[in-house]
């Protein structure tokens, strides 16, 4: 049974059909990618499998069960954590509370939610700290942990998010463009993060790139999405020889067509 069993998913925003009878599954301990154009409908589908977006139609199992009637932040609960396409970090609080809140799936009460605070309590947040600052630690930059999120470089806050995410120690995590405005140095980390995250943490990752060089050297299984319809899927050596995903990307050859004819 796959971790995550998706079928026939389909996501309508007034009259824009933002993922069209999409079904693919994610298997429990791959590292598989959503690829797809501009606009193909990956974030959506991200947003369907999180519970932000409320399904039009289809089924999504996670580990055997619905998740269509559950709130996000149960499903959060149900150790499927996300990452944005852009940087969501709390501007204003150092990179230790910023992977902090990240943690409250983990402890039962609200890291510093009263004055007085039971041993019971403060046992808790010192445990919680402890596991931010490993994630940190994991990630790299536990060095950073006391500076203002605000502060850092780009390539540092995507960090932070990383480190935010497995630190409430999902089992499957999805990553929407985790390389996105990262230099070359900084993606060969992330591919290497990637591995790390699966190999030592067992965590299953789905991720979304447009990076195809990224997708190629670290995914298993590709699903390539174009008009939100699945279009191709398999190895990524397969996925790039199909004619269909080459004509998605680079636009159909109008010389082609016209010969065709
Ligand atoms: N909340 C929404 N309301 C209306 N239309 C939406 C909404 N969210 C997404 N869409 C539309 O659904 C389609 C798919 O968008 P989506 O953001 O999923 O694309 P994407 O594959 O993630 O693209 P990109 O690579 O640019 O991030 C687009 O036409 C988009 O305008
Ligand atoms: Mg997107």
């Known amino acids: 049974m796959a971790l995550m069993d998706v079928t026939d998913l389909t996501m309508i925003f007034g009259g824009i059909v933002a993922v069209d009878h999409l079904t693919f599954e994610v298997e429990e301990g791959s590292i598989t990618a959503l690829i797809g154009p501009n606009g193909a409908g990956k974030t959506a589908t991200f947003n369907c499998l999180t519970g932000f977006y409320k399904a039009t139609s289809g089924e999504i199992l996670y580990e055997g069960e619905s998740?269509?009637?559950?709130?996000?932040?149960?499903?959060?609960?149900?150790g499927i954590i996300r990452t944005f396409q852009n940087v969501r970090l709390f501007n204003n609080l150092t990179v230790l509370e910023n992977v902090l809140s990240g943690c409250h799936t983990l402890g039962k009460k609200f890291v510093g939610s009263s004055i007085f605070r039971p041993p019971s309590e403060r046992k808790e947040e010192d445990e919680l700290r402890e596991i931010a600052e490993n994630a940190l630690d994991f990630i790299g930059i536990l060095d950073l942990q006391d500076q203002l999120a605000k502060n850092l470089p780009y390539g540092y806050q995507r960090r932070v998010e990383?480190?935010?995410?497995?630190?409430?120690?999902?089992?499957?995590?999805?990553?929407?463009?985790?390389?996105?405005g990262l230099n070359r140095e900084e993606k060969n980390d992330l591919i290497g993060l990637i591995r790390r995250f699966r190999d030592e943490l067992g965590i299953t990752v789905f991720l979304i790139e447009h990076d195809m060089s990224l997708v190629m050297e670290v995914a298993e299984q590709v699903v390539v999405i174009n008009f939100g319809t699945k279009i191709a899927e398999g190895t990524p050596d397969?996925?790039?020889?199909?004619?269909?995903?080459?004509?998605?990307?680079?636009?159909?050859?109008d010389d082609e067509e016209e010969e065709a004819v």
């Open 67 to 78: 998740l269509l009637n559950t709130r996000p932040y149960l499903i959060t609960y149900k």
């Open 162 to 180: 990383w480190a935010r995410a497995i630190a409430s120690r999902p089992k499957l995590l999805l990553l929407d463009e985790p390389a996105a």
């Open 238 to 253: 397969e996925v790039q020889a199909n004619p269909l995903v080459v004509e998605a990307y680079l636009g159909k050859d």
